[in-house]
């Protein structure tokens, strides 16, 4: 004979079953109605809907850097873009952004210098005799989270008219809810993606400089996968340019570093990806091809 308590037990499990089953074809009802009549900003449209909005749209607003073969394969720097500038210490990272805002005068560029002060920055350039470039820095650092840097680059947008923003480094900038990371790769991520969603909230490309891996071999042009994060970074970022000094081996095994330089585009939503080979001269970089070089070169650089 079966026992009554167990014959009740299967009895209201079966009962709270049809009752789940009802509650969730009501809800489904519910939702297909409010659906039909939804008109949000995340609406399902056709493609077709789509594509009348993107042709008839203008032209997108490029920032063009104003070297010609680099200017070929990225193809333009868009509103919104966020562009990964990498490469190893004293390859010329810094140096080349530098020479590029020289480039940028009517685009306001706010530089946010974490790693070297804007002052070391406007020394080299008073050493060599020049004008600074039309461009803005905060007086001090006193902060190193994405937080802060939105409130910079509201700030250089209200006064100055900022359409470019140039962060030096990566490294050196903390996401905000940091401690929630468990490890460097989610921290280096979750950074870069806070910093893409302000590219979006501004309507404005940043630049964001950025180390390789402390074991990449300084005598070989460093690939995207030696950056750090590249991973996380690679689904984020829109650009990535790897920068290279051309480094040998003397006869004894000793480094020699030269002034010819390699820009390496690895990562291009929008263009493609190759070199470009420059030579650096008194802080300024020019397209050329390389001339066979011996000994070191001018060791200044950013």
């Known amino acids: 004979m079966l026992d009554a308590n167990k014959i009740f037990e299967r009895l209201h499990k079966e009962i709270r079953k049809d009752e789940e089953s009802l509650e969730k074809l009501q809800?489904?009802?519910?939702?297909?109605?409010?659906?039909?009549?939804?008109?949000?900003?995340?609406?399902i449209v056709p493609f077709e809907?789509?594509?009348?909005?993107?042709?008839?749209?203008?032209?997108?607003?490029?920032?063009?850097?104003?070297?010609?073969?680099?200017?070929?394969?990225?193809?333009?720097?868009?509103?919104?873009?966020?562009?990964?500038?990498?490469?190893?210490?004293?390859?010329?990272?810094?140096?080349?952004?530098?020479?590029?805002?020289?480039?940028?005068?009517?685009?306001?560029?706010?530089?946010?210098?974490?790693?070297?002060?804007?002052?070391?920055?406007?020394?080299?350039?008073?050493?060599?005799?020049?004008?600074?470039?039309k461009s803005f820095a905060p007086e001090n650092i006193t902060s190193v989270d994405t937080d802060w840097i939105q409130f910079k680059i509201a700030e250089g947008k209200v006064r100055f008219g900022t359409d470019l923003v140039i962060i030096d480094n990566l490294s050196w900038v903390s996401p905000v809810n940091e401690n929630k990371f468990d490890n460097k790769s989610d921290r280096i991520e979750q950074t870069v993606r806070q910093i893409k969603a302000l590219c979006n909230t501004f309507d404005i490309p940043i630049i964001l400089i950025a180390h390789v891996n402390k074991n990449s071999r300084a005598d070989k042009n460093p690939t995207f996968e030696d950056l750090k994060g590249s991973s996380g970074i690679g689904q984020i970022a829109d650009k990535a340019v790897l920068i290279w000094r051309e480094t040998k081996r003397?006869?004894?095994?000793?480094?020699?570093?030269?002034?010819?330089?390699?820009?390496?585009?690895?990562l291009n939503r929008q263009g493609g990806v190759g070199n470009v080979k420059m030579v650096y001269r008194d802080g300024h970089f020019t397209e050329e091809e390389w001339e066979e070089t011996s000994g070191s070169g001018d060791l200044s650089m950013f």
Request: proline share 4%; charged share 30%; hydrophobic share 35%.
């Open 27 to 43: 809800a489904l009802k519910r939702l297909k109605e409010e659906v039909k009549h939804y008109n949000g900003s995340d609406k």
């Open 49 to 133: 809907d789509i594509y009348k909005r993107v042709k008839n749209n203008p032209p997108a607003e490029k920032i063009y850097t104003g070297w010609t073969k680099l200017d070929s394969i990225l193809k333009g720097i868009r509103k919104k873009h966020l562009v990964i500038w990498a490469g190893i210490t004293k390859h010329g990272k810094t140096s080349l952004a530098m020479d590029l805002t020289f480039k940028l005068k009517d685009y306001n560029v706010l530089w946010l210098p974490i790693e070297e002060s804007a002052e070391e920055l406007i020394e080299k350039i008073v050493e060599r005799g020049e004008e600074p470039p």
């Open 250 to 266: 003397g006869s004894n095994g000793e480094l020699e570093i030269t002034n010819n330089v390699n820009c390496s585009v690895q």
